[in-house]
C-alpha cells in the first residue's frame, strides 16, 4: 500500500500520516510503513531521524532561491519510486512544492507555465508508472477551521500565511482533481478528530487495497 497525502497546512495531513503507519504497521506489516515522509516545507526538509536544528534552519533559509530549489528537486526525486511494489506514506511531496515553491520559497514560477508544475508532472508520470496503487488523499478544512488551529496551535516557522489560507485550499482542490492517481480519497477534518479521521480513512481506503495488501493483512491475521 502506498498513500500520498496532502492539503492545506493545518488540515491533519501529518497526523492522519503517522496514524496510518501504526495502522498498516499492525495490519499490513513491512518496514516501508517505519518512515512517513513529511519533509518538504522549507526548512523543515529533513526529518530522519529528526529535524534540522534551529541554527541548520536559519541556514537552510539563507540559502538562494535557486539553492533551495535544487535541493528540493533533490529531495523529491529521492523519493519518487523507481520499482513496483512499493509501499510507503509520503505527506505533501510534488503536491506542497508545486503550491508552496512560487508563493514562499521564490522558485518555480506561476500559472500553467510555472516551471513547478512541469516537476510535478514528470514526478507522477513516473509514480502512475512505478506505483499505480498509490491512492491520493486530500484533506479538507474550512478556513475558520485552519485559522482557529493557527491560532491555538501556532507553529514556529509555519508555511501559510493567514492571508492565503482560501487560496490555498482552492490550489490544493485544483491539484486533486487534476491529479490522474484513479484512487483518490477526500476527507474533512472539520469536525473529526484524529482516530475518526484515521477510520474513515481506513473505510475508504479498503477498495483500493492491492492482492499483495490482502495476502500480507491475512497472513498477519493468521499468525
Given at each position: 500500500m502506498r498513500v500520498i497525502i496532502i492539503g492545506c497546512e493545518y488540515t491533519g495531513t501529518t497526523t492522519l500520516g503517522y496514524g496510518?503507519?501504526?495502522?498498516?504497521?499492525?495490519?499490513?506489516?513491512?518496514?516501508?510503513?517505519?518512515?512517513?515522509?513529511?519533509?518538504?516545507?522549507?526548512?523543515?526538509?529533513?526529518?530522519?531521524?529528526?529535524?534540522?536544528?534551529?541554527?541548520?534552519?536559519?541556514?537552510?533559509?539563507?540559502?538562494?532561491?535557486?539553492?533551495?530549489?535544487?535541493?528540493?528537486?533533490?529531495?523529491?526525486?529521492y523519493h519518487t519510486p523507481a520499482k513496483l511494489d512499493t509501499d510507503g506514506i509520503v505527506v505533501g511531496y510534488y503536491f506542497e512544492d508545486e503550491i508552496y515553491g512560487p508563493l514562499y520559497y521564490g522558485y518555480g514560477g506561476e500559472g500553467e507555465q510555472g516551471d513547478r508544475r512541469k516537476v510535478?508532472?514528470?514526478?507522477?508520470?513516473?509514480?502512475?508508472?512505478?506505483?499505480?496503487?498509490?491512492?491520493?488523499?486530500?484533506?479538507?478544512?474550512?478556513?475558520?477551521?485552519?485559522?482557529?488551529?493557527?491560532?491555538?496551535?501556532?507553529?514556529?516557522?509555519?508555511?501559510?500565511r493567514d492571508e492565503d489560507v482560501e487560496m490555498v485550499l482552492r490550489r490544493f482542490e485544483d491539484a486533486y482533481e487534476r491529479s490522474a492517481f484513479p484512487q483518490k480519497i477526500a476527507l474533512d477534518t472539520d469536525a473529526s478528530t484524529p482516530e475518526d479521521?484515521?477510520?474513515?480513512?481506513?473505510k475508504r481506503v479498503d477498495p483500493y487495497l492491492t492482492g499483495r495488501d490482502r495476502d500480507r493483512m491475512a497472513g498477519r491475521a493468521g499468525s
Open positions: 496510518v503507519r501504526e495502522w498498516a504497521l499492525r495490519n499490513i506489516g513491512g518496514y516501508e510503513f517505519d518512515l512517513v515522509h513529511d519533509h518538504w516545507k522549507i526548512p523543515h526538509t529533513i526529518d530522519h531521524p529528526s529535524d534540522l536544528t534551529d541554527e541548520e534552519q536559519e541556514q537552510y533559509l539563507a540559502l538562494s532561491p535557486r539553492i533551495k530549489e535544487a535541493a528540493q528537486r533533490h529531495n523529491l526525486f510535478s508532472q514528470l514526478i507522477e508520470e513516473r509514480n502512475l508508472e512505478f506505483a499505480p496503487e498509490t491512492v491520493l488523499t486530500l484533506l479538507r478544512a474550512s478556513p475558520e477551521v485552519i485559522r482557529r488551529r493557527m491560532r491555538e496551535s501556532p507553529r514556529a516557522r509555519q508555511t501559510v479521521t484515521l477510520a474513515e480513512f481506513v
